[in-house]
């Protein structure tokens, strides 16, 4: 499942980074509760901005955002 997300989530979202080689790095992916699995974001439009949030809600500082899917297609 590859999505963007366009819309604001009203309770509690998982986000987690899946495929990388430390705690540190890896695809971004969050839990859709709806579908009951977890999904790939899109990198389209991705950028510093969007990764320093992700960090930042995950517990770390910074971000860097990377195109072309350095950490695997993640899931389909």
Do not use: H
Request: net charge negative; with cysteine.
């Amino acid at each position: 499942m590859y999505f963007t997300i366009v819309q604001t989530f009203t309770e509690p979202t998982e986000l987690r980074l899946a495929g990388g080689t430390d705690k540190y790095s890896g695809r971004v992916e969050v839990f859709v509760k709806g579908a009951n699995q977890w999904g790939t974001i899109c990198d389209d439009y991705w950028d510093e901005d969007d990764a320093k949030v992700v960090c930042r809600q995950l517990g770390f500082y910074g971000g860097t955002a990377l195109r072309k899917a350095p950490f695997g297609p993640g899931i389909a």
